[in-house]
């Protein structure tokens, strides 16, 4: 029973550092963005943009998630987070094509995000729509070391469809939540 | 008795010292070559129907009713100009690219097909602001092949 208990307890303090971990790794990329710009290493620095743009993409799928979910409140929550995210993107590592196309597409998903941090669940849905291609279009340029899959729904929105990712293979619809949770299937994958 | 007196002459003092605040009018004499009207080939129909309709808080020239210059009634007027302005101008039209012309055309189609747009508070004013059945329709196909052409 003991032992059992102490077990208990080494995962919670496990996962616990595991939690602190993740919180203080957003301040800590910042320290390396700024160190690697003093370094002019490139290669750093290439890697700092990869990290924006996970970050950008964590915003994403917890967003998609709440979507799932039905949760209107944390897709508000998470809306404004994934807009701060997008604002802080720094596309100056890309070459003047890519940092055109890429500020077009910042400047539409962050609208779209900012929209999402104040609407219904049915506005917010109509939103992820669009925010999904920019974000799409993003990792085109960007690129991730995630393994991801372009999802599709073709009952959204009358029989429009509607296009997500996802980091798992496995449906689980953002547009319809609960209503048809595994409505849809993989039609591209990434990585 | 006494204190309600006061209390208007306050009023009234407040009300004509708030008129004396200076005003940013969102006036333009010129249209930009940019303006939506002259980069697309919009019917008379729909052109009217959207200057009436949208370009007060959608463009950079409103037209101003005379009690729109009074305070405080300006102030709210034009919080909501600079927010329109923000969300979508007409006279900027052709520096979105064709992503955000996109968005915008979305955004344009699903609040006009919800009644969310024109405004409540604008129309209530702007009774000749408010779409009828036939100018409704022909501004949404208007937008809807526009946001096809795109795609």
Redesign the interface.
């Known amino acids: 029973m003991s032992t059992m208990a102490l077990a208990a307890t080494m995962i919670l303090t496990v996962s616990c550092k595991d939690g602190n971990k993740e919180e203080a790794a957003a301040p800590m990329s910042n320290e390396m963005h700024q160190e690697s710009m003093d370094d002019k290493d490139d290669m750093a620095m290439s890697d700092n943009q990869d990290a924006k743009a996970e970050a950008i993409l964590n915003d994403y799928f917890n967003l998609k998630d709440a979507l799932v979910s039905d949760d209107n409140g944390k897709a508000k929550e998470l809306g404004n987070t994934l807009a701060k995210s997008l604002k802080a993107f720094d596309v100056s590592n890309y070459s003047d094509n890519e940092q055109t196309e890429l500020k077009d597409i910042i400047e539409d998903a962050t609208e779209h995000a900012e929209h999402i941090g104040e609407s219904d669940i049915k506005h917010q849905r109509e939103h992820f729509k669009t925010l999904s291609k920019d974000v799409t279009d993003m990792v085109a340029i960007t690129g991730t070391d995630k393994k991801l899959y372009e999802q599709f729904c073709p009952m959204y929105n009358n029989n429009e469809g509607g296009a997500w990712l996802s980091m798992n293979e496995e449906i689980r619809n953002p547009y319809f939540g609960s209503q048809m949770l595994k409505c849809g299937k993989v039609q591209r994958e990434i990585n | 008795m006494k204190v309600l007196k006061i209390i208007a002459w306050i009023a009234l003092i407040a009300f004509v010292v708030i008129q004396l605040f200076p005003m940013d009018y969102n006036k333009s004499e010129a249209v930009p070559q940019t303006d939506f009207m002259l980069v697309n080939i919009v019917p008379a129909t729909v052109e009217k129907s959207l200057q009436v309709s949208c370009y007060d808080c959608h463009s950079n020239n409103t037209k101003y009713p005379w009690y729109n210059k009074v305070q405080p009634v300006a102030w709210f007027l034009e919080d909501h100009i600079k927010e329109g302005k923000e969300e979508l101008n007409f006279n900027e039209w052709a520096n979105y690219?064709n992503?955000?012309k996109?968005?915008k055309l979305?955004s344009i189609i699903?609040q006009i097909e919800n009644g969310e747009m024109p405004l409540d508070s604008y129309t209530l004013i702007h009774r000749d602001a408010i779409f009828s059945k036939e100018e409704k329709e022909a501004v949404l196909n208007y937008m809807k092949t526009l946001k096809d052409d795109l795609e």
Do not use: A, V, W
């Open positions: 690219s992503r955000r996109n968005s979305r699903k």
